[in-house]
């Protein structure tokens, strides 16, 4: 009976060894002894992937990303459309034409010949007028038995308008509007790629999260095994009621489903990213935990004047205002009377002989000429008054909006800078908690060696250091997601990752030694 009691005394002291040995938060998980060499090449054979390597690929694979990017081919051109009107514009006509007449008996069947060969040129210039240059040549013979008569004549002219659609302002308005869009378009592309960075940092900090839940969950599952195991050598023993070993049951069984719900989670986060990422859904890699960087945000007045300059929403706003008022301007310029002046200068010849048509076609001295003044007076402005208030109205209302535009960044900088302080300091607080509870935890598993505590009391300490170590986990991804979007509320995120884009690249480059180190 001696030798039994001394067994039992051993036995419930190796498992009370085995339970001392707490949960801790974010430690690795060592390999049990018994892992099979296929399962260690397996893991072996996972990759790990940092945050800066998902961010490369997404920039990468991302499908959205890539459509974003070929809308570059067609928005770019149109800049080069808008150009074009202050190129020559010109082009070439060439006929040739045989024809049949009868006109009476006694003249008989006439059978001619008429060629062609017509140019003109046109030159839009940015004080609004224009040149004109036409040069027509003409070939007849209005029988077979005749000779050709040769026909060259020139013109060359220029229209300047004084009041209505004159000055640079309103002749390049279409052109400047043309390159402010552009400009937007590449605001825009720099926001499709910060979203994209801050969407696949986000997933992959949720990834990482429910890695880590998972690891907590299992290793408070482990604990409570090791405390069911010595709850039953207690009550063989006969140093505890059999119905004691309901309670730690009843939390084996619970975290059983809290494990499952961790996995199903985890698959989730991964899908989600994988998605972004552009990779099949079958791939499998083991995130490397970001490391934790205390950042002091800039002051209040340094991040307005950064957001001023960096954020593509007020950068778009400011083009809008100046798109408007341009416009404005050429409607008020439109209700002006069109006055314009013009001057000329042209010859035309016919004769027989090639080289004398050509010659006195092309001698000055023989030119026309002429100069001019036109003035159109409208008799009914309703349309144009109706384009001058809707202009107006425009305008007045994209001032409006850039008020209300900074007021907004105003309030986007105060709750960011506020929300990575409040994060940071819940972070210090959820670590110091946690150490409390593992200190707690710890006491409590001594007392419970000499029996001066309770299971209950046990199990409820360890449920307390588990809930700790997940509100340290939430608070970890918390401040770094604060941080991102601190940078994506500065409009910094491309400089924060070394990306520089500009409006003739076609595919996202950036420092990918350095944004490793991100």
């Not at 880590?212 to 299992?218: A, K, P, S, V």
């Not at 340094?302 to 205002?321: F, T, V």
């Not at 000429?369 to 305008?395: E, H, R, S």
């Not at 960011?416 to 935890?441: G, P, W």
Request: charged share 25%.
């Amino acid at each position: 009976m001696l030798s039994y009691a001394f067994l039992m005394r051993t036995i419930i002291f190796l498992i009370v060894l085995c339970i001392s040995i707490p949960p801790s938060f974010g430690q690795v998980k060592n390999a049990e002894t018994t892992t099979v060499p296929d399962v260690q090449k397996d893991q072996q054979d996972i990759k790990k992937l940092t945050l800066a390597d998902c961010v490369i690929l997404a920039l990468k694979n991302n499908i959205d990303l890539k459509n974003t990017f070929l809308n570059r081919i067609t928005q770019r051109y149109s800049v080069k459309v808008a150009e074009n009107k202050f190129r020559p514009q010109g082009n070439i006509a060439l006929t040739t034409k045989r024809s049949s007449t009868y006109p009476d008996i006694d003249t008989g069947r006439t059978t001619g010949s008429n060629q062609t060969a017509n140019t003109s040129v046109t030159l839009n210039v940015p004080t609004g007028g224009n040149f004109a240059l036409a040069w027509n040549n003409q070939a007849t013979k209005s029988d077979v038995a005749e000779v050709y008569g040769y026909n060259p004549s020139w013109t060359l002219s220029y229209t300047q308008p004084l009041l209505k659609n004159a000055g640079k302002e309103v002749a390049t308005a279409d052109l400047v509007i043309a390159r402010i869009n552009e400009e937007g378009n590449v605001l825009d592309l720099k926001d499709a790629i910060i979203n994209t960075i801050t969407n696949v940092s986000t997933q992959y900090r949720d990834y990482v999260r429910a890695l880590r839940q998972l690891e907590i969950d299992e290793k408070s599952m482990e604990t409570t095994k090791k405390t069911h195991e010595f709850n039953k050598a207690m009550v063989a023993a006969g140093r505890m009621a059999e119905s004691e070993l309901l309670q730690s049951e009843a939390g084996i069984a619970s975290q059983n489903i809290t494990i499952v719900q961790d996995k199903n989670t985890i698959d989730n986060a991964r899908l989600n990213l994988l998605q972004t990422l552009n990779l099949d859904s079958q791939t499998r890699f083991e995130p490397v935990e970001e490391t934790e960087t205390a950042i002091k945000p800039p002051a209040f007045q340094e991040a307005m004047e950064i957001a001023r300059k960096n954020r593509s929403d007020y950068l778009k706003q400011l083009q809008s205002l100046e798109t408007a008022k341009l416009r404005y301007n050429v409607a008020k310029n439109g209700l002006l009377w069109d006055f314009s002046v013009t001057a000329g200068a042209g010859s035309s010849t016919t004769n027989p002989r090639f080289g004398a048509a050509y010659s006195s076609a092309g001698s000055l001295g023989k030119s026309d000429w002429n100069v001019g003044a036109l003035l159109t007076i409208p008799l009914n402005t309703t349309d144009l008054t109706n384009t001058y208030l809707n202009a107006k109205v425009a305008y007045d209302t994209q001032k409006n909006n850039l008020v209300k535009l900074e007021k907004t960044v105003e309030a986007d900088i105060l709750n960011a800078i506020r929300n990575v302080e409040m994060q940071y300091q819940q972070l210090k607080l959820a670590k110091y908690n946690s150490d409390l509870e593992q200190k707690k935890f710890d006491a409590e598993n001594e007392k419970m060696k000499v029996g001066r505590s309770s299971l209950f009391q046990l199990l409820s300490f360890q449920n307390s250091l588990v809930t700790a170590n997940n509100t340290e986990l939430s608070a970890l991804i918390s401040y770094l997601n604060a941080l991102t979007t601190l940078d994506q509320k500065l409009g910094t995120t491309l400089k924060t990752w070394n990306i520089d884009v500009k409006k003739d690249d076609d595919e996202v480059k950036m420092a990918a030694k350095e944004a490793r180190g991100k």
